[in-house]
């Protein structure tokens, strides 16, 4: 049973159809064959009986004694329509009436065994969908072609059930954006708006001396900066799921002189003591170095920010992945991962005035884009590790 539940529609189809034709045939004989033998009992009731026999028993070879059909003004009314009418309609007509009638049967089953129950489940289940539902199964088990087209309507409700996930998720992170947003940009505003109501109010009546005047029109002239650099973060951030990978060559020594580069600039800029090594390799490792590079930027700067003396970085270059480790000896991190690589993600408020806490994220992005990954973590003496990885772009 479970082989024929499982026969493709095809197959099934033709089976069916086989039996209801095979029992058509065999039901017609069966019928046509009574009716044959009424109707010569009829013929027989009008047979001048002594002059057949006598015919048989004068039987030579190759002649046989019958009985003809008799004529219509013999037979009885009721003979007659038993007859000529009933048993001629029933010997002609039996083997089409019944292979049409077990052709429809065959069809009708089919499609109550074969053919309703998935239909059922499809139509439910796409009511469900467009009633936005998704927590649903379907319950056809046989693996024929109506099985396989459940399955894979399963597995689209499973995909949309993603997205809509997604979905979500995205708009819940454009709302914690547009809060981030309103945040960053409500502090600066807010002290612009104080030192414009001092100025106005004690400047004309000079309750207030110029030190004290041009000190809140510096403090002003930060806040402003402030919210030129959010802007441009701002604008930066929105630009990231549109940039496209640009993959080259790139070696290890090549990868070092570009890092040693920066990091001239960035330790006069701190004043703490920046140390490379990379790992020489012969191999050359393809993808984007610009996005390496800036995500090896972020990383260098987060750690300069927050390191005390000395930062780490280690480079290692294959052919399949490229791996940039930043190590500084700070306090380390102090939340989990997820939560540092988050927008706009900062550990002290005064830190925000510096930066919009996008680079950790950044970096998430591009190396995820990149194929691979960012993981953080703290050193056994305290400090901060950050390693970036990179898969080769096929």
Known sequence: MDKIRNLSV???????????????????????????????????????????FEAVESEVPYHVADFSRPGSH???????FVSEVLCDFIQTYTVLILSMA????????????????????????S?????????FCISYENKDEMGVLCRE??????????????????????????????????????????YQEMLTEYLPGEDIDME???????????????MDAFVEAMRKLNSLENRQLTPGNISARQLEMDIQGELAILEKEYGKQCILQAAESKEEFYGDKEIILEVTEN????????????????????????SIRVMDDGDGFQEDAEKIT???????VKDSLKHAGLGMYISRLYCEKHGGRLVLGNDEQGGAVVTAIFCRIA
């Open 10 to 52: 095809r197959k099934t189809i033709f089976l069916y159809m086989a039996i209801a034709l095979f029992c058509s045939f065999f039901l017609s004989a069966v019928i046509v064959g009574i009716s044959q033998r009424v109707q010569r009992n009829i013929w027989w009731s009008y047979v001048d009986k002594e002059a057949f």
């Open 342 to 348: 988050e927008a706009f993600y900062g550990q002290n």
């Open 102 to 125: 077990g052709s429809c049967a065959a069809v009708l089953l089919f499609y109550r065994n074969k053919l309703r129950k998935p239909m059922e489940e499809l139509a439910l289940a």
């Open 212 to 226: 004290q005047a041009m000190e809140m029109l510096s403090e002003s002239g930060r806040q402003i900066e402030r």
């Open 74 to 80: 013999e037979m009885t009314p009721s003979d007659y």
């Open 127 to 135: 009511k469900r969908i467009a009633e936005n539902h998704l927590d």
């Open 153 to 194: 309507f399963e597995r689209m409700q499973e995909q949309l059930a993603r997205n809509n996930q997604a979905v979500w998720r995205t708009l819940e992170e454009e709302k914690m954006l547009r809060a981030a947003i309103a945040h960053d940009i409500r502090a600066p505003l807010s002290v612009l708006k104080g």
């Open 299 to 322: 990383l260098l700067l987060n750690a300069l920010r927050h390191g005390k003396r000395k930062i780490t970085i280690m480079v290692k270059a294959g052919y399949a992945e490229l």
